[in-house]
Structures are given as structure tokens and as C-alpha cells.
């Protein structure tokens, strides 16, 4: 037990004296408009921090403003994004005949535009459940209840493939995520969990995204750790991630037993992370390192 807490205290220390000597820059001042098929399309990136978030932040930014300026461009233009990709394959999967008994999306949902809107103010309360659901909920429920298929795993390709398509149908669309009502006992835990020290660095999601964002350490430079651009395409990983998956990583980044994507514990820190992003605007597919 001794062992365990000197080398938890020695890797706190280390990072403490990691964070302490990097450098900081300011999240960059730029605008996000996006050269799209149908003209020009100009996102809400900077805003005034929501009334909850009073005493943490006074501005929030979107993570694009804190990325290189390539990676930056390359959202500028969606023939230049990478995920634009993993959204035709959506809607690929959209239009495919794939229930037990033909059954397809587009059969009850008609065109994926159907979806504008639900991206902004996900997570929520189920009215008739009381369940607190993220997307990836009501995705699988269409394919388990409505055509008779095995869930789709939580980060498989097939689920992001279709995160990414619904999610550009609310691209522009600032997030407005419920945090009282029915959403008041999930938005606690989750704010409980994002501060939480987890792992032998002892370190919670606010003491990089809170506390130390646009600070450098090594060659990342630290952002507000907002999901308004979920599922992004991370360069890093050559392909889509989605807000459940970096959860995941996060977590492990501390040394730590992480919580399963799609967990109770993840769908309500999913929210309270995405409520720190209301005023800003539903990217569609980010780009990110």
C-alpha cells in the first residue's frame, strides 16, 4: 500500500512540474466557416460560458481553436475534411436494406435531415423512459427494436459511421443541452465525475480542460475538452472518435480503470461535458490532432 501511494504522489508530482514549466498559448483567433456543397456555412466557436458554468469559465472555445493551422483548414472545407468520409458511409448504412426483414432507416425516418436539431441537445432525459440517453442509445435502439438486429457495439465503425451522418444534420445549430429538470440528477454526476482524480496521476478531466487549458505539454496543446465537434476525425488515430471513446482514453491516460463507453457513468459525464459547450455550434465532423 505504501509502494502504491509514494508512486501515485511521484507521478502527481512529475506532471505537476510538467504543467508548471510549459508554455501557454492562447486558444487561436480564427473563424471556422466552411467552404460546403450548398456555399458557406459560419460557425459559432467562441461564446460567453453558460450561467452554470459561473466561477469556472468566463469564454468557451470550441478544441478547433486550439489546433495547428493545417488541421484547422482542413475543417474549413468539407472536401478537405477526412470525416466527410465516414458520413457517406452513414448514409450508406441510412439507405441500406439491413433490418432481419429488410427494414432500413431511411424506410421509417425518411432522409437523414429528419434528424436536424437532435445533435444540439444531446444527451437528454427520455420523456417515456426517464433514461438518461446518448445518441448511440436511440441509434441502437432502432436497430435492436425496429429491425431485429444485435446492438451495434458502442464505438464500432457502424455506430460512428452513423453518429457523423446524424450529426451533420444539426451543423450550425448551437448546443442548448438540458442540465435541470429530469436532467438535474445526471448533470450532478456527471460534474461529480469530472472532477474526480482518477489513476495513479491522480488527475480529473478539469485539471487539464479547466485548469491548465492552452498550456503545451509535449507537443499537445491543452484545450477546453468541449465534444461540440463529436465525432471528429482525429489524425492521430487515422480515423473517426467518437465523445464515449475519448472518455475512455482520457480516463486510461491517468493510469486508471477506466469505465466502459456507454456506461451509466460516461452517458452522465457526457452530458455535463456537453453542457459546458452550450453556445456553441454543432460542428458536424471536427478535425482534431
Sequence with gaps: MMHRKFTSRLA???????????????????????????????????????????GAL????????????DTRGMQKDDFDNPGMVFVDRGMDSWNAAQGANGESCAGCH???????????????????????????DYINGCVTERMG??????????????????????????????VDGPAAPFYEKGKEIYYTRYGQLEMSCANCHEDNYGNFIRADHLSQGQVSGFPVYRLKDAGLVSAQQRFVGCVRDTRAETFKA????????????????????????????
Excluded: C
Design 12 to 54: 502527481a508530482t512529475a506532471l505537476g512540474i510538467a504543467l508548471s514549466g510549459a508554455a501557454f498559448a492562447e486558444p487561436v483567433e480564427d473563424t471556422l466557416t466552411i467552404e460546403t456543397d450548398d456555399g458557406e456555412i459560419t460557425l459559432v466557436t467562441q461564446a460567453p460560458a453558460p450561467a452554470h458554468l459561473e
Design 58 to 69: 468566463k469564454t468557451i472555445y470550441s478544441g478547433w481553436h486550439f489546433r495547428e493551422d
Design 110 to 136: 425518411q432522409g437523414p435531415e429528419s434528424m436536424a436539431g437532435l445533435r444540439a441537445v444531446m444527451p437528454r432525459v427520455d420523456a417515456k423512459t426517464g433514461s438518461l440517453m446518448i445518441m448511440e
Design 149 to 178: 438486429l444485435e446492438a451495434w457495439g458502442v464505438t464500432s465503425n457502424k455506430m460512428k459511421d452513423m453518429l457523423a451522418l446524424i450529426s451533420m444534420q444539426s451543423r450550425g445549430e448551437v448546443v442548448n443541452v438540458a
Design 262 to 289: 456507454g456506461s451509466d457513468e460516461f452517458k452522465a459525464l457526457e452530458l455535463y461535458v456537453a453542457s459546458r459547450g452550450n453556445g456553441l455550434s454543432v460542428e458536424g465532423v471536427g478535425v482534431r490532432h
